[in-house]
């Protein structure tokens, strides 16, 4: 394989990365600057003020919600069941001013039997990137969360759990957040959120409202209030999604270990065997990807 530059660029956050050609990240720029901050669709402009300093001869390969229709180069969905090999026939070029040559891994489209169609962007590089784990299913963590299945290499599909956005609506937008106070995180009221959340795991709209009563009534500190909605939030997702899945399989969460902590916490809960993936599993994707289409 030969050197390239990684960039993984979502919703909130843009992530580059120059890789050897071993794998090794040699240099990074990491920015809160996701696709929806780039001002008059200034993609090239805001890449060249994180990397403008890079060998412009390296090819970057790109990942994420700048696939998107909001992002820089809108790809179409490829679908599942979908290999590395697949991907990289699906792999969009684009030429910038610079003179840097950009290729776009797209996302992919799930004929969802519950929701008749699901679709995910950057994940699939996560996922594609850590299937020497052994795991036939992962999970990311996010402002959307993604449960992922794998069967004979291939993603075979997905469901999505708005999880991360529902926190942050409840907390910041409801009735449920007028009681609370900010404080640490609090291990005890979030392990109680999980555990009715799995005891009730069709009572979300109903359990949701013991936030309030909870703080109402001073059976929890209002510093606590966040983790128990916390707990309860992500226990909804992980009762729902282990309902239909094999419950004896390794699951493996991908993401930073602050953002996989409670999802490991909540399915240990559950009773599943869990462990923590490569948090740049990202990078390893887009690099299969990139050799299988002979751009690397």
Known sequence: ????????WGTTSFRAYEVSADGNVIR??????GILAVKDGKFEETLESHIGTWNKSLPIVASGMITSRQGWVECAYAECPASASDLAKSITRHNTSSGRAVHFITGLHYASPSIHHDVIRGEETQ???????????????????????????????????????????????????????????????????????LFDPAGFLHNLFSVRTLGLFDEMPSGDLASYLSGLIIGHEVAHAISVRNHAAKYVVLGSPAQAATCIAALRLAGIKVEQGNPLSAISGQRLIAHEAGII
């Open 28 to 33: 990074e720029a990491i920015a809160p600057e």
């Open 127 to 197: 996922v594609l990137g850590s299937l020497d784990s052994g795991a036939t299913h992962f999970i990311t963590r996010g402002t959307h969360c993604k449960w992922i299945d794998i069967a004979d290499q291939k993603i075979s599909g997905f469901a999505t759990y708005m999880t991360g956005e529902s926190f942050a609506i409840f907390k910041q937008h409801s009735i449920l957040g007028r009681l609370m106070q900010e404080a640490p995180e609090n291990e005890a009221a979030f392990k109680r959120g999980v555990e009715k959340a």
């Open 1 to 8: 394989m030969k050197p390239f530059i990684a960039l993984d």
